[in-house]
């Protein structure tokens, strides 16, 4: 019986909200794939989208047919590499719901898309972006007005007031109690990148985790991290009971999936980690529940709280996690928490019942690319495209998925610094960051090839330099558009 429902495309099905609803791992053969020769294609076809398929979903046979049909002549058509897989065009049968929900199944990915280039381990370049070693180096822009024109100079100044906030008054053999942190100089100081060794400090502070008052700062670490291993004790246990069991079993279906060319994340006692903080997590937030990509979110953070008990001279991304004390792993573990808690409460409209954050930054995006690339704007709408394809994963994952966790990390050292970086400076760096492709998207001239470029952008040597550009041209975007209260919400009137 196929589960293709009427009007629609493969994946056109009820989304997947949180983990009461995990990906299936079986398959049935489907009508229409008893074309001679072709059973097996069709089979891993299937396969390889296991988690867009649902079984209750009513069938018109013949339009099934039809569109198995179609796919597997795709498929035969133009490719030999048997596992590539291709984004058919969507219908505009079905309802708005149903397309919604249709291009949502299908947005949300586990990996992109097979290219003609082979994918490099990110261990061949270093995960962690260590700034000192490049900021002589001058940026091609700038987001402040204010910013004397050479990046060198610019970067040891700013790196030069951060060392002395955070040497915690130690000078000279001498001691003084900290200072004080003034949150808006320090997200000034910040927003162009954070150097290595005080980025976890940085962090602490820039997401509200840690109180800018010194004589605060000490007690209310030791708090909080105690506060987590009390959640661990209270809650964790429960992982198996059966209102929970789904949640716990979806987490553990991504975690290996999460950085799968980075050594650090297959390591069973990191993942034993990222267990305990998703699912303490979803406990303590039952409005939105565990979702799929949560997982993604809390891998810089663990990554910059690591590296703080590491050797500088010692790659991050394969380093044994076992080799540090017991007491320096929970450390690690519950800032973790705490940070990723803060970044996921500013944007929780994003995993809610269908996750109406993501829908509404969606249709910003495309209102804000009719603005300012009309001519891509068109091309897409020409070729098909919905924004919804594509965008959905970079406003889920924010754009993880789509650069290197190194570019990543250094990415999010600007939105921590912004007052709504992850809820609304995110979409302008997604309009900055489709801009940049913008010529190539455009030599491409079917709806194939515009996805496929879309799922495979050749950003697997990002660092420090693009990412300065991305933002930016971002920050330019937000000054422009942002001063209009009602830029955002013409989008509903678009064509």
Not at 233 to 244: L, W
Not at 284 to 302: C, E, K, M, W
Not at 335 to 356: E, K
Request: overall charge neutral.
């Amino acid at each position: 019986m196929s589960r293709w429902s009427a009007g629609s495309t493969p994946g056109s099905v009820k989304p997947v909200y949180g983990a009461r609803y995990p990906p299936l791992h079986h398959a049935s053969p489907t009508k229409g794939t008893d074309i001679p020769g072709r059973m097996n294609k069709f089979q891993d076809y299937e396969n390889s989208v296991s988690d867009a398929w649902d079984t209750r979903v009513k069938v018109d046979e013949s339009l099934a047919s039809a569109s198995a049909a179609k796919v597997l002549a795709a498929h035969a058509a133009g490719k030999t590499h048997r596992d590539e897989e291709i984004m058919p065009p969507v219908s505009a049968a079905p309802t708005k719901n149903s397309r919604q929900q249709a291009l949502q199944r299908l947005a949300i990915q586990k990996e992109p898309l097979p290219s003609s280039v082979s994918a490099t381990p990110q261990t061949a370049n270093p995960i962690y972006p260590k700034l000192p070693e490049i900021s002589d180096q001058p940026r091609s822009a700038a987001p402040m007005a204010s910013a004397p024109p050479h990046g060198g100079d610019r970067d040891q100044t700013r790196f030069a007031r951060l060392r002395r906030l955070f040497s915690n008054g130690k000078s000279s053999g001498r001691s003084s109690p900290p200072v004080d942190v003034d949150l808006d100089k320090l997200r000034e100081d910040c927003w162009m990148g954070i150097p290595h060794k005080l980025r976890p400090q940085a962090w602490r502070l820039l997401s509200g985790y840690l109180p800018t008052n010194a004589e605060r700062r000490e007690v209310t670490l030791q708090c909080k991290r105690d506060e987590y291993w009390h959640y661990v004790e209270q809650y964790f246990h429960s992982r198996f009971d059966d209102q929970n069991a789904d949640t716990f079993r979806q987490i553990n279906i991504d975690i290996p999936r999460m950085c799968p060319l980075i050594p650090l994340f297959q390591q069973k006692m990191v993942q034993e980690m990222f267990e305990r903080i998703l699912y303490i997590w979803a406990i303590r937030h039952p409005a939105s529940g565990y979702v799929q990509g949560i997982n993604d979110l809390v891998t810089p953070f663990f990554v910059v709280f690591l590296s703080e008990f590491i050797p500088q001279d010692v790659e991050v991304g394969s380093f044994d996690v076992s080799q540090l004390p017991l007491e320096q792993c929970q450390l690690i573990e519950a800032d973790s928490f705490w940070c990723v808690s803060a970044l996921l409460d500013s944007i929780q409209d994003n995993y809610t019942f269908a996750q109406p954050g993501i829908q509404r930054k969606v249709l910003q995006l495309r209102h804000l690319m009719s603005r300012v690339d009309r001519p891509l704007h068109k091309h897409l709408e020409s070729n098909g495209i919905e924004y919804l394809q594509f965008a959905f994963r970079w406003m889920n994952n924010l754009l993880m998925r789509e650069i290197p966790l190194r570019a990543t990390i250094r990415l999010w050292d600007t939105y921590l610094s912004e007052p709504d970086g992850f809820m609304q400076f995110h979409n302008y760096v997604c309009a900055a960051f489709l801009r940049t492709w913008s010529k190539q998207l455009q030599a491409e001239k079917d709806f194939q090839g515009v996805m496929i470029l879309l799922q495979n952008l050749p950003t697997q040597s990002w660092g420090d330099r693009e990412i300065c550009e991305l933002t930016a041209d971002a920050f330019s975007l937000q000054s422009v558009f942002d001063g209009a209260r009602r830029h955002l919400s013409a989008q509903a009137a678009s064509p």
